[in-house]
Each structure stands twice: as C-alpha cells, then as structure tokens.
C-alpha cells in the first residue's frame, strides 16, 4: 500500500489547511487510518486516527476542538481539517494506515509526509 499526502503548505498562524492521504488501493478501505506528526525537535507524535468505516474517531487532546480527521472510503482517502492553526503546529504530517480495523496504535503503512509551516 503506498500512500500519498498532499495538502501542506505555508499558512498563517489563525488560518487553516485540509491534508489529505490517498491510499493506493483498497486495502486500507478495511484498516483504521491515523495522521501523526514531527514537530521540530520533537518526536513523532499522535495527532487522530479514525476507524474503518469512520464510525469511531479521536484526536489527540491537545488539538481537539482545532482537528478533525474525516475518511471517504470510496475514494480511500483520509483527511485532516485543520483550523485556527498556530506556529507550533509547524512540522511534517504523516498519514498511516493501521493494522485493524479498529485504531490500535500500530502503524502498518507509511505515508512520506507533507510540510506544514504556520507562520506569525
């Protein structure tokens, strides 16, 4: 499976950006699907993950209420709206598809990651 992220860039702190991750092929149609990122000088960290169908999804609890993950799975394609953006935000996104069906935390595939830059 490979997947291909798209929808960075270079945003304003306030304003809003909407990643996209399209999957090559149906296989994560079945599979829970997550976005993480690497902030400078940080670890990888967690950002949402959302079930198979998209009936379950969560955001990690410092971007909830910011962040929301969506999937259509016609399109296998997951995504992340991200709004009122803020300069720690900054980093390389990554989307990855999980091993079930439910999220479990453990990746499987691998996106190559897009550039978000939130400038002040």
């Known amino acids: 499976v490979q997947l291909q992220a798209s929808g960075g860039g270079l945003v304003q702190a306030g304003g809003s950006l909407k990643l996209s991750c399209a999957a090559s092929r149906r296989t994560a149609s079945n599979n829970a699907m997550a976005w993480f990122r690497q902030t400078p000088g940080k670890e990888r960290e967690f950002v949402a993950a959302?079930?198979?169908?998209?009936?379950?999804?969560s955001v990690a609890d410092a971007l909830r209420g910011r962040f929301t993950i969506s999937r259509d799975r016609a399109k296998d394609t997951v995504y992340l709206q991200m709004n009122n953006l803020k300069v720690e935000d900054t980093g390389v996104y990554y989307c990855?598809?999980?091993?079930?069906?439910?999220?479990?935390?453990?990746?499987?595939?691998w996106g190559q990651g897009t550039l978000v830059t939130v400038s002040s």
């Open positions: 990855a598809v999980d091993r079930r069906a439910m999220y479990s935390g453990s990746p499987q595939y």
């Open positions: 959302i079930s198979w169908n998209g009936g379950t999804a």
